[in-house]
């Protein structure tokens, strides 16, 4: 399994309606080591672009969730995911929006598995 590095963000769940803080891994920055991002940080990245990065995760709000005596987790068949949008301006995270509200943007967007940083 690669690394990965994550930004923890509230998104609104599209199923639920509750905005809740959620895990977004990414494979797109630089020397991946399970850093953690926020809104407003810079990524390890090396492109000046404006962009719009599509990426998806697990719900926290609408996947079930099974009790341990480590605290709930969610299996991975009880996995639910939904598309995000990462807006990047010289390597700086703005916003991520929900689907929903990215199609209000008429932006287009980059699939980070075919795009080269
Ligand atoms: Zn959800």
Redesign the pocket.
Known sequence: MGLFDSIYAEVE????KTKEKQEIQIKWSQQRSLRTYKIGDVVDLDNKNTLWVKEDYV?N???RKTRSKFGDFIKVVDQ?R?DCYIHIKNNKILEILTENEFSKTKNSCINPDNYEF
């Open positions: 769940c599209p199923a639920t719900c709000s609408c996947s639910q939904h």
